[in-house]
């Protein structure tokens, strides 16, 4: 991650704590990066109250800012103090992925870091909607984190898409890889790989008296191990941590990020908007809403975000 030198850091001013900027804390101090503290407000009833006329609703609207803004500083002071570059912006919008967005780009921010919620009976992370749509549309890097800190000696879990062998997802493999070994680096972490392939279509079987679903599964297994094996070798990742699983990826990720104890998922999303997304989603997104652990979400590098500055 020593690319990630300027991180748009998402706070959440309900929380007493602040995992989003521990994480971007502990980046910054060991890439030397720049830090930028983000929160976004607004109070629907300023704008519309009959009762105060456009000057008293701009003065209660910057009161409510500049409090919010003596609340970042408070957060920026110590890590100032420890030698980080931290800057800080409070914005007023009614919609806030496009708040966050529009920052990272005017800060001209590499990665957007941002907090999850966790729902406490389920013991389960929840992603909101404002998570989704920075997910969807946000043209750089978006880290969700966790409260729990990430261990030297931990476990980093790439997903790479083998089946698809257009550029953008072989690039898009390439490009995880590479800042998956960036970040192993510097907190002595280990790589591991997941890829799922599908098993053999029931109907086929049944349809096909002579059809040899066994030796059909061996052969798509055998395809998606050469394949994980390829990308392993050139970025010298050892066999023994590449994992070839029959299943939907949305089931066999999470699982064994489970199993592995993995502190981050990294996982490649195209990015999809508008009516499909809705109804369609991708890979990508079925997997981020089952795991339990920091993720990592990048798209392509030709990717064109719907909002711009």
């Known amino acids: 991650m020593s690319e990630y030198q300027r991180i748009l850091v998402v706070i959440d001013p309900e929380r007493e704590t602040q995992p989003a900027l521990e994480r971007a804390a502990f980046l910054a101090k060991k890439n030397g990066g720049q830090l930028t503290l983000t929160l976004n407000i607004f109070d629907f009833s300023y704008e519309m109250t009959s009762l105060l006329s456009a000057e008293d609703r701009e003065n209660l609207r910057n009161g409510l800012i500049k409090q919010r803004q003596t609340q970042l500083e408070a957060l920026a002071v110590p890590l100032r103090e420890q030698g980080v570059q931290v800057d800080t912006s409070v914005n007023w919008h009614n919609r806030p992925f496009e708040s966050i967005i529009e920052q990272a780009l005017r800060s001209e921010s590499n990665l957007i870091i941002k907090s999850t919620h966790q729902h406490d009976k389920l013991k389960s992370v929840i992603f909101t909607p404002t998570d989704w749509h920075l997910l969807r549309k946000a043209p750089m890097p978006v880290l969700l984190v966790k409260a729990d800190e990430w261990p030297t000696d931990g476990r980093i879990l790439v997903a790479v898409n083998v089946a698809a062998e257009d550029d953008d997802h072989l690039n898009l493999n390439r490009k995880l890889l590479r800042k998956a070994k960036a970040l ?78 993995t502190e981050l998922v990294m996982i490649g999303t195209i990015g999809r908007t508008g009516l499909s997304a809705a109804l369609i989603g991708n890979t990508a997104e079925h997997v981020i809403d089952q795991i339990q652990c920091d993720l990592l979400a990048d798209k392509p590098d030709d990717f064109e975000s719907p909002i711009k500055i």
Do not use: M, W
């Not at 392939?197 to 191990?225: C, M, R, W």
């Not at 066999?252 to 489970?258: C, N, R």
């Open 184 to 261: 192993a680096a510097k907190i002595n972490a280990e790589i591991h790989l997941v890829n799922g392939y599908p098993g053999t279509p029931v109907n086929i079987a049944i349809e096909l008296p002579d059809f040899d679903a066994h030796a059909y599964n061996e052969s798509l297994k055998s395809h998606h191990q050469d394949k994980v094996a390829e990308l392993a070798a050139e970025f010298e990742i050892p066999a023994d941590r590449c994992h070839v699983l029959e299943g939907l990826p949305e089931d066999v990720i999470p699982e064994l990020a489970e199993e592995l104890d």
